[in-house]
């Protein structure tokens, strides 16, 4: 597994970048006080480890570790104080969305195969450590999860993860190895929020002509 410093500081890294998230969402789609900022931000970004390690059936590493709770909250405020001059770049939702993103999909796999878990079933956590918290935030704010709406969400938390334990698997461990998986998916989903990049999807039926449309392309109904 990577060194614990590594994991570590990844890890504070994207608590602090989702809190600022999180804080930012509130403030922009539910215009809530300090308390719903506070809240918002804190779950977006311990939310998903929660899920893990719970999942893990291991103490939750938020308790175990006052400075994810003080840079939880720490990001909620300056994004609470600094909510107008950050909401003048709305591309910073983003970045703080992907950067927490990107990390957590490697730590959340790293501290699974630390708990003895198998690298398929580390991958998955890693994943749900990445999109737990915004999935939380989506539903506190009542919109449907970022998860189910944007196709390059949930994949480059899944590349992110499967390249890191594909490292652990050649051997490989350190800065550099725990870098280059969070830096290709912070890079996937950049580059999807970008070109609106999308996955396939199925076809649909134009209720008004029976046709079907895919790819914004109507095409003849098959009797």
């Not at 931000?41 to 719970?54: K, P, S, Y």
Request: with cysteine.
């Amino acid at each position: 597994m990577f060194h614990s410093p590594v994991v570590l500081a990844l890890d504070l890294l994207g608590t602090f970048a989702f809190a600022l998230n999180g804080a930012l969402t509130a403030i922009r789609a539910a215009r809530l006080d300090l308390v719903g900022v506070l809240v918002l931000g804190m779950v977006t970004a311990l939310g998903g480890g929660m899920i893990r390690d719970i999942l893990l059936n291991v103490p939750p590493a938020t308790f175990g570790d006052l400075r994810y709770l003080g840079l939880a909250a720490g990001g909620a405020l300056v994004a609470f104080v600094l909510s107008v001059e950050l909401q003048r770049y709305a591309r910073l939702i983003n970045v703080f969305d992907a950067v927490g993103l990107s990390v957590f999909c490697v730590t959340g796999m790293s501290k699974a195969l630390d708990a003895g878990m198998g690298s398929v079933q580390a991958v998955l956590l890693g994943v749900i450590t990445a999109v737990g918290g915004g999935t939380l935030r989506d539903m506190a704010v009542m919109r449907v999860p970022t998860v189910l709406t944007s196709d390059f969400y949930a994949v480059p938390a899944l590349v992110g993860a499967m390249l890191a334990a594909t490292g652990v698997w050649l051997g490989l461990d350190g800065l550099v190895a725990a870098l280059v998986p969070a830096a290709v998916a912070f890079t996937i989903r950049m580059l999807g929020v970008r070109y609106s990049l999308r996955m396939p999807r199925t076809r649909e039926a134009d209720p008004a002509t029976g046709r079907r449309r895919r790819g914004g392309r109507d095409k003849k109904r098959d009797d």
